[in-house]
């Protein structure tokens, strides 16, 4: 159980296309998902948290009309990193939380590596 | 002072020792502590979910807390070469559903 996919796994896009990457929770419903970026040998960096049917509260420093998030249903989330950069090629990596009374565990995707050239 | 601090290592045991990974925290609010493993270039798994002081102990993996002392641990036995990963700690304080983590600990177990 607890099962998180990530599409598409790796994306390479030409500087200034937007990218979506889905986060779909497979066998529980997650209230919360949660997108993060991770630089090499670094640790996880929250970049924003997302509850069903409401706007997602990004952490500081990032750019909310830069990397759009939609959580549409229980089951999905979205991540569009509009006008891509560069910079923006990173590992990115959702998580869900089933928001069950004392259940504070996330369980992460397999992650998207975005390329951008 | 970061929130919670981990030696990244890296931590190189041969095949069949214990490992000992562990982190402190500053926060006494955080109530929630994990354990995740992660591979290179893949999504961190949970390996061990606990939020009372003591041991929990699921297979080879055992998960200690100590909230007294701002202190968690997590014990490999027998390792493995598949053990060998990333092992980052994360915790959360009550009705805060973030995560706050470790840098994480690069451990190689040689065959």
């Known amino acids: 159980g607890a099962v998180v996919s990530q599409h598409p796994s790796r994306v390479i896009c030409k500087s200034g296309t937007s990218v979506k990457i889905e986060c779909r929770s497979l066998?529980?419903?997650?209230?919360?998902m949660f997108w993060y970026r991770q630089f090499p040998k670094q640790s996880l960096m929250l970049m924003a948290t997302?509850?069903?049917?409401?706007?997602?509260?990004?952490e500081q420093g990032v750019e909310k009309d830069k990397f759009l998030i939609n959580h549409a249903s229980l089951t999905l989330s979205t991540l569009t990193v509009t006008s891509a950069h560069p910079e923006d090629s990173s590992f990115y990596i959702c998580?869900?939380?089933?928001?069950?009374?004392?259940?504070?565990?996330?369980?992460f995707g397999p992650g998207t590596r975005l390329t951008v050239t | 002072q970061k929130e919670v601090e981990q030696d990244p290592g890296p931590l190189s045991v041969p095949e069949g020792a214990i490992v000992s990974l562990n982190c402190t925290y500053s926060?006494?609010?955080?109530?929630?502590f994990m354990w995740y493993r992660q591979y290179s270039r893949k999504g961190p798994e949970l390996l061990m979910y606990?939020?009372?002081?003591g041991n929990k102990e699921d297979g080879r993996f055992t998960a200690q807390v100590d909230k007294s002392s701002k202190y968690i641990s997590l014990f490999i036995r027998d390792s493995q070469p598949s053990d060998s990963a990333t092992y980052l700690c994360?915790?959360?304080?009550?009705?805060?559903?973030?995560?706050?983590f470790g840098a994480g600990t690069t451990v190689t177990v040689r065959a």
């Open positions: 997302s509850n069903e049917g409401s706007k997602a509260t990004y």
């Open positions: 066998d529980f419903q997650a209230t919360t």
């Open positions: 994360a915790m959360s304080a009550r009705g805060d559903y973030k995560l706050s």
């Open positions: 998580s869900a939380h089933s928001g069950g009374a004392g259940m504070y565990e996330q369980y």
């Open positions: 926060n006494s609010a955080f109530q929630y």
């Open positions: 606990t939020y009372s002081s």
